[in-house]
């Protein structure tokens, strides 16, 4: 399978993982399932095929982030019945400083200037 | 944009007659753009799917990467086949179709008590039993509004996501 047919199934993946955090409590605005793909697809992709990652190797690490993911958005939802667009932004937020974080500290990534 | 209810409002029956009766009969083979179309949207469609899935399953296990390749491989076949028939009917259909998502969701976690995980022989079974049942619901339900011509059938069902084969591919799916 390449990449570009991979990222599919992985993203599928994940989005089993956001819902599982979710859980049965809220739904999710269809507007941020459409922008949550847009986004990871881009940076799943690049990851596969830049940094030639592996999903079977990343996939416990990458669903777990998921799941974070997921408790974010229900913590932005706090008393709404669904997880708008707005907070999967902002989850996505939380989440991507915090990998980013990770990855500084681990070497994988550049540091980034303070004023970024 | 709240375009549903609320997934836990699992209660409603799989069957919504007014909605249903406004399918249609199956559109003509789509063009090409359309179908292009289609394949875009049917990835949003999916991930919905299993969005509502994880959520039903929550934290009670998790699922093996072969079983998602089946799950996904399977149902956007039959939901692009559905698309290419009647368009995009996912705004009407939501809410039925996410509810009998939270089954297969559930029927995925009892065949694979005692494992590890959903692995792909759970989910394949659990997609049977899905299936079955809104086929058995679709024909319950066409036959109480008077309606058994067989050409009909598949568009008077809301389960038709998950039933609806495209001619050319009958018995693939």
Redesign the interface.
């Given at each position: 399978m390449t990449p570009a047919q991979e990222v599919?199934?992985v993203?599928?993946?994940c989005?089993?993982?956001?819902?599982?955090?979710?859980?049965?409590?809220?739904?999710?605005?269809?507007?941020a399932?459409?922008w949550?793909?847009a986004r990871y697809r881009a940076f799943f992709l690049h990851a596969m095929t830049v940094t030639g990652n592996s999903?079977?190797r990343d996939?416990h690490r990458v669903?777990a982030v998921g799941r974070f993911l997921g408790q974010r958005a229900l913590h932005y939802a706090a008393d709404r019945?669904?997880i708008?667009?707005r907070c999967a932004a902002l989850a996505s937020d939380d989440v991507e400083t915090g990998c980013r974080m990770n990855a500084e500290r681990e070497g994988v990534a550049p540091e980034r200037l303070s004023a970024e | 944009m709240h375009t549903h209810e609320p997934h836990h409002a699992i209660h409603s029956p799989l069957t919504d007659p007014p909605q249903a009766v406004s399918v249609g009969a199956p559109r003509n083979t789509p063009h090409a753009d359309d179908v292009r179309e289609l394949e875009r949207q049917v990835e949003y469609i999916v991930d919905d799917c299993f969005f509502t899935v994880g959520q039903v399953v929550g934290m009670r296990t998790t699922v093996d990467y072969d079983a998602v390749i089946w799950w996904r491989d399977h149902y956007r076949a039959k939901f692009l086949a559905a698309m290419q028939a009647f368009g995009n009917r996912w705004t009407q259909d939501r809410s039925n179709v996410t509810s009998v998502a939270i089954m297969l969701a559930e029927r995925a976690v009892r065949y694979s008590d005692g494992k590890p995980s959903i692995d792909c022989e759970a989910a394949r079974k659990a997609a049977a039993d899905v299936e079955r049942y809104c086929e058995l619901h679709a024909r319950r339900a066409a036959r109480a509004m008077g309606l058994s011509a067989p050409d009909d059938a598949p568009a008077r069902i809301a389960g038709y996501w998950c039933n609806y084969e495209y001619p050319d591919t009958q018995g693939g799916g």
């Open positions: 599919d199934y993203l599928n993946d989005f089993f993982a956001v819902g599982q955090a979710v859980g049965t409590h809220k739904s999710l605005d269809f507007d399932i459409q949550w793909r999903w079977l996939r669903t019945p669904s708008d667009l | -």
